[in-house]
């Protein structure tokens, strides 16, 4: 089992920055290709951003290509979400996921999940 454990979630006005952390524990002997999903209310879950085991590769939905970085960590199997130029239509609950199946945009291909943390961002 892996438990993934998200932080840095918050208010924040439209234009401004966040940095969401996400540390996995547990069965972690392993590096993992790690995500970003998020889900608004009354919306789908969907992908956001997705990052390698070893950091070289990079997956970013188009909507926010150019204001959120994925990176990993210096600790094993902790990756962030470097925020920037939040829009009103970034609000929601962010979750972070261990991927086991092909897939990186696919949140079937994703087999654990942290319990997120909420993202508002005002006018």
């Known amino acids: 089992q892996v438990q993934l454990v998200e932080s840095g979630g918050g208010l924040v006005q439209a234009g401004g920055s966040l940095r969401l952390s996400c540390a996995a524990s547990?069965?972690?002997?392993?590096?993992?290709?790690m995500a970003w999903f998020r889900q608004a209310p009354g919306k789908e879950r969907e992908f956001v951003a997705a990052?390698?085991?070893?950091?070289?590769?990079?997956y970013t939905r188009d909507s926010v290509k150019g204001r959120f970085t994925i990176s990993r960590g210096n600790a094993q199997n902790t990756v962030y979400l470097q925020m920037n130029s939040l829009k009103l239509e970034d609000t929601a609950v962010y979750y972070c996921?261990?991927?086991?199946?092909?897939?990186?945009?696919?949140?079937?291909?994703?087999?654990?999940w942290g319990q997120g943390t909420q993202v508002t961002v005002s006018s």
């Open positions: 996921a261990v991927r086991g199946g092909s897939s990186w945009y696919d949140r079937g291909s994703y087999d654990y």
């Open positions: 547990g069965r972690t002997s392993s590096t993992y290709d």
């Open positions: 990052i390698s085991g070893n950091g070289k590769d990079t």
